[in-house]
């Protein structure tokens, strides 16, 4: 793989590294564009390289230096999933990645990789319904228990409290924006604390943050301090509502650990999924920033209508405020989801819901076209409903996520479905 990522000491941007980095054209006939490696196995020049290929990958020694792995089977590694693979890497500025299936099968083989019976993880609350079943239902069967911290501008200090209090404390979980609410955890703030503990016990503790409503783009977790970014590929990154997969960002010493894993559980993506994120990446940045653009306007549109009561978007943060302090400091730009609350309760959302015509009724987000859907029924449906109100899910809320089409038609949209 070609890895130029550099010319003399200007560093390449990660919207550049998008349409060629990672990628030899040589080893392709030439294609400018990767092709699809569809294949299962791969075939050694000599016994002696497929023997060398076979120690490294199951770490009998290590990577001499430039020495670079062969390709082995698909389940091990795969050209698309390595040309992605660096790219995304580039993209967080992190040393390592790996493509996954889904975004929970990343989540749950980073947890079963770098977790043991008896370690515990505080997460930030609410978390995506998927994340939430795996620490509430399937790791407490393996002695691992998670511990939830509503998130606030106080998340830092009362995991600090708690990890302290409790002991054991090996992996803080953060998901920020919150969703549906847009709540923000300081990512800087919860990293530090993680150094501290891991000096206190001894034992790594790993700061884990799933980036999926702001970056790679918006938000870029590793410079604040984390140590790896979980992504559900599915959303932004894939951006066109047309496959299901994840990725994880990180150091090569902690990459290598759920590499190990992925090859064992069998949770990488597959090469066509691969192929598919490449071709999504060359856009991922235009189409972010139009996003959050025509998100930014839907936004201050939705402040100013009487019977919206509420509109919660990270650029109608008050100014002054903590929670602004916080976006300010670890985001590059709001993104492109809102949540807002309608006067009328479930029956006036569930109206005008039924009223869009350009954004469509369905759930999942960050593709190219705009969806709205109501947390309460349907995305947050198993929240227990003593706790929907912590987390501002009430029946007159509706979130959207904002596409890529003409700004016009969206207000249009918008405002149609509002006045009926
Ligand atoms: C969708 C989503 C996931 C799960 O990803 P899948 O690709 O559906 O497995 C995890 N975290 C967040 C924040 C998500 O939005």
């Not at 795969?78 to 790996?98: G, H, K, S, V, Y």
């Not at 992996?171 to 604390?193: C, G, K, Q, R």
Request: glycine letters at 8%; charged letters at 20%; a negative charge.
């Amino acid at each position: 793989m070609k890895k130029k990522h550099s010319r003399g000491d200007h560093e390449f941007n990660p919207e550049t590294l998008a349409l060629g980095y990672g990628y030899d054209p040589a080893l392709s006939e030439g294609a400018v564009k990767p092709p699809v490696f569809l294949t299962s196995t791969f075939q050694f020049d000599s016994a002696q390289h497929g023997k060398e290929f076979f120690e490294i990958a199951y770490g009998l020694r290590e990577k001499e230096p430039g020495e670079v792995p062969g390709l082995i089977y698909s389940r091990l590694n795969n050209p698309n999933l390595q040309i992605f693979e660096q790219r995304m890497a580039a993209w967080d500025r992190t040393e390592a990645a790996a493509a996954f299936a889904s975004g929970m099968a990343a989540i749950s083989t980073t947890c079963l990789a770098l977790l043991r019976p008896g370690d515990k993880v505080l997460t930030s609350a609410p978390i995506y319904g998927g994340t939430h079943f795996l620490f509430e239902h399937i790791l407490p069967r393996y002695g691992i228990e998670a511990i939830q911290v509503p998130t606030s501008v106080n998340t830092p200090t009362l995991m600090g409290q708690l990890a302290r209090e409790l002991g054991g404390v090996r992996m803080l979980f953060l998901e920020t924006p919150a969703n549906p609410s847009n709540a923000m955890v300081d990512i800087a703030a919860v990293s530090a604390l993680a150094r501290q503990l891991s000096k206190e016990s001894g034992e790594k503790v790993i700061t884990a943050v799933d980036n999926t409503f702001l970056g790679p783009v918006f938000q870029r977790p590793a410079a604040c301090g984390a140590d790896l970014i979980i992504y559900s590929a599915t959303k932004f990154i894939g951006g066109h509502s047309d496959l299901i997969a994840g990725v994880v960002t990180g150091s090569e010493a902690l990459m290598k650990e759920i590499l190990t894993f992925r090859t064992i559980l069998g949770t990488m993506a597959a090469p066509f999924t691969g192929w598919m994120l490449l071709r999504s990446l060359e856009t991922l940045s235009i189409r972010m920033r139009r996003q959050s653009k025509n998100a930014q306007a839907l936004a201050k549109l939705l402040a100013a209508q009487p019977q919206v009561r509420r509109v919660n978007y990270p650029t109608l943060l008050p100014e002054g405020s903590q929670e602004r302090a916080i976006y300010e400091a670890q985001c590059t730009g709001p993104g492109s989801l809102i949540s807002f609350e309608i006067e009328g309760g479930e029956a006036a959302a569930f109206a005008m819901l039924d009223r869009f015509e350009v954004f469509r009724l369905a759930v999942s987000l960050g593709g190219t076209e705009s969806l709205v859907e109501h947390p309460m029924t349907m995305t947050h449906a198993d929240v227990p409903p003593e706790q929907l109100e912590a987390i501002g899910v009430t029946p007159g809320l509706i979130r959207m996520s904002v596409g890529i089409e003409h700004l016009s038609d969206l207000q249009r949209d918008l405002l149609h479905a509002l006045e009926g």
